[in-house]
């Protein structure tokens, strides 16, 4: 018999707020948070609320109808979720969910490294993804309507400032390659004979670490060193530290800083820029080389970016004037691969060209008609800087493949998604919605200042640890063993740093988008939330091996299962039988 749904607003104190999801009848809608990699613990999740009949979806609307009518022979309501939503790789999940795909099926896609280690493409120079009037398209980034906006206002605040007329011109496309691949990786010539060299010398080594001169010198202590340098009359080296100094830690800590620093002392003096390539080279070999020993899940990334100094130089030049390293072509496709399966299923075509073609043309509006579920993924307009949803109600015209795609479009990691003359979306560059709404708990608010969906379940990746591993220290009595810090360590660190608080959660249960009066209580996020432990999972890391993800995926089950006050062998024996699944699926960490 079905269980009674206990959603239903309660009185409490002469107001009506909503309750917890207490059954699994109660939930219509799903939430997902981004977190790349450690997303793969959302297997354990949703087979668990397959075991309790929320999921899979349907992949067809009139056979929703038909389940829903045939309750009796189910525990629960079949099919009841209507609606889910998610952001960066919660987005793909939600995707794959709305499509139909079930924990099997996701588990032979989240298990295989080598579909995630295609979607490293490119260089692709100057070329990026475009969404032009509801159509895809491969654009060329150089001239760009967005940037002659952008230089034009630029031109119109200098005008002001100086009271003549200004035009800005763009670097020609034809300029632009030189400045990047004239990098002499292979110069011969390591004389250091100038001031304004040796000024370059000594800032790129304290940015970047400064290996060059001692190896361990902080910046603070070659302070003084640099004030003597500056005490020479050339006009070059007083304007070159002035405009290096202007952001030592942006200049240290981000990527795209390193390739300006390089192409700056580059355009100083002829004669310092071996002596600086040569060591650049060995500095950022070495680094490479230190950050897959310590991530040998970074080994594929590296090799990608680095097989040769010519490779190194193109993504070099995507950083600086594409906006990000890869294309990301290949992560659209891979995309439309998995809308292409759901076609196939609903036999609306069998001609590949066809269904390339609806897979291009399926809209948020067109996946609804088709399968009854609302899919809804957060993005962020970053030429805006505004946070958005695309989903049947915001954009029902949009192609959901590219917004799926802008979902996951990680920064600098991809190239962001220039779209222009859509309707209901605002022109511009658009990248990751995890940047501002990593959890979109509240994409199917009736108001944009109600309460929160009383039908919403939440998944949210957290980092919980592991405290039956505690206990397992040897004896402190007995020496720590040393391990070396690799010289990539800071920087890696930082970027794994910057993408983590990007994808915070800025209140208890993510962004609200207004109303901001709304109390916690009146809200009830935390009670519809499940927190899925992430422990010892990467970010960056895919398909991670078995028995890294194992044991999180059994976790997760337990987390769903426990939150709805179940047990039984009946849920023992299901996540056994599929730890045992995913098992065969996933490659050893030794492999």
């Known amino acids: 018999m079905a269980e009674r749904s206990s959603y239903a607003m309660t009185e409490a104190g002469g107001e009506v707020r909503p309750r ?29 609320l397959e075991e309790m009949g929320v999921l899979p979806l349907p992949v067809d609307k009139q056979a929703r109808e038909v389940l829903e009518e045939m309750e009796v022979l189910r525990e629960q309501p079949p099919h009841q979720v209507i609606g889910v939503s998610g952001a960066s790789a919660g987005a793909f999940t939600a995707l794959f969910l709305a499509l139909g795909f079930d924990s099997s099926e996701l588990a032979v896609i989240l298990s ?7 979607l490293y493409d490119g260089p692709d120079n100057n070329e990026i993804r475009a969404v032009h009037e509801n159509r895809f398209r491969r654009a060329k980034v150089f001239d760009n309507p967005i940037d002659a906006a952008r230089r034009r206002k630029a031109e119109l605040a200098a005008e002001q ?4 007329r200004v035009s800005i011109r763009p670097i020609p496309l034809g300029q632009r390659a030189p400045r990047v691949h004239d990098f002499p990786f292979a110069d011969d010539d390591f004389s250091v004979g100038t001031s304004a060299g040796l000024v370059g010398t000594v800032a790129a080594a304290s940015f970047l670490g400064s290996p060059f001169l ?8 070659l302070g003084p060193y640099v004030d003597r340098v500056l005490e020479s009359p050339l006009g070059l080296a007083e304007d070159l530290v002035d405009r290096v100094l202007e952001s030592p830690l942006e200049l240290a ?4 800083g390193l390739a300006a620093l390089v192409l700056l002392v580059k355009s100083l003096s002829p004669g310092i820029t071996g002596a600086i390539s040569e060591w650049l080279r060995a500095y950022i070999r070495g680094s490479l080389a230190a950050l897959v020993e310590r991530k040998p899940w970074y080994g594929d990334l590296v090799k990608q970016v680095a097989s040769s100094d010519a490779q190194l130089e193109q993504y070099l030049y ?22 292409v399966t759901f076609l196939r299923k609903r036999n609306e075509a069998s001609e590949p060209g066809e269904l390339s073609r609806l897979a291009d043309e399926l809209t948020f509006a067109g996946l609804k008609e088709r399968t009854g579920t609302k899919l809804v993924v957060a993005a962020v307009n970053i030429t805006t800087h505004e946070p958005a949803f695309f989903g049947p109600d915001a954009t029902p015209d949009f192609p959901v493949v590219d917004a799926v795609a802008i979902s996951g479009c990680i920064p600098p990691a991809f190239k962001p998604v220039l779209v222009t003359g859509c309707d209901r979306v605002p022109d511009g560059f658009w990248m990751d919605g995890g940047i501002a709404n990593n959890l979109p708990m509240h994409a199917f608010d009736d108001r944009v200042d109600g309460p929160l969906q009383p039908g919403l379940l939440a998944l949210r990746l957290e980092e919980l640890g592991d405290l039956s591993e505690r206990s397992k220290l040897q004896d402190p009595a007995v020496g720590a063993q040393v391990i070396e810090e690799g010289m990539f360590t800071l920087l890696a660190d930082h970027l794994s740093d910057l993408a983590v608080t990007a994808m915070f959660t800025s209140e208890s249960g993510q ?32 398909a991670p091996p078995f028995e890294h993800s194992g044991p999180r995926i059994e976790e997760a089950f337990m987390a769903v299962v426990n939150y709805f006050n179940r047990s039984g062998s009946r849920y023992t024996g299901a996540i056994a039988d599929y730890l045992e699944e995913l098992q065969a699926l996933s490659p050893s960490s030794t492999d």
């Open 20 to 48: 917890k999801v207490n059954l699994p009848a109660d939930v219509q809608y799903l939430a997902l948070e981004g977190g790349g990699g450690k997303g793969v613990v959302y297997l354990g999740a949703i087979r668990a």
């Open 112 to 118: 295989n490294p080598s579909t995630f280690k295609a």
């Open 161 to 164: 400032e100086h009271g003549r």
């Open 214 to 221: 001692t190896g361990e010198s902080p910046v603070d202590q």
């Open 253 to 256: 800590e981000d990527l795209s």
């Open 318 to 339: 995507n950083l600086l004037f594409d906006r990000g390293v890869f294309p990301g072509f290949a992560v659209r496709d891979f995309l439309k691969d998995r809308v």
């Open 511 to 542: 962004v609200r988008r207004t109303a901001p009066q709304l109390r916690t209580a009146e809200v009830n996020e935390a009670s519809q939330t499940i927190l899925l432990n992430t422990h010892r999972l990467d970010t960056l890391e895919f």
